[in-house]
C-alpha cells in the first residue's frame, strides 16, 4: 500500500512538472531570464520539499 502511494505521488510531481515545462516553455516568449531562474528556483525548491515530506512519511527509520 505505501509502495503504491509512492509509485502515485512519483507519477504526480513527473506529470506536473511535464506540463509546468510546456507551459513554461510555450509562455517563455513573454518571461524574462530572471523570472524563469526564479520559476526554476521555486520549482526545485517544492520538489525538494514534497521529495523530503514523502520519505519521512512513507519510509520512516527503522529501529
Excluded: D, E, N
Excluded at 511535464?18 to 524574462?32: E, H, P, S, W
Excluded at 525548491?45 to 519510509?59: N, P
Amino acid at each position: 500500500m505505501k509502495l503504491h502511494r509512492a509509485i502515485t505521488l512519483v507519477v504526480l510531481i513527473v506529470l506536473s512538472l511535464a506540463m509546468l515545462g510546456v507551459m513554461t516553455a510555450y509562455g517563455a516568449a513573454t518571461f524574462g531570464a530572471q523570472s524563469l531562474a526564479a520559476l526554476l528556483v521555486v520549482v526545485a525548491a517544492a520538489a525538494l520539499a514534497g521529495i523530503a515530506f514523502s520519505y519521512r512519511r512513507y519510509f520512516p527509520r527503522r529501529r
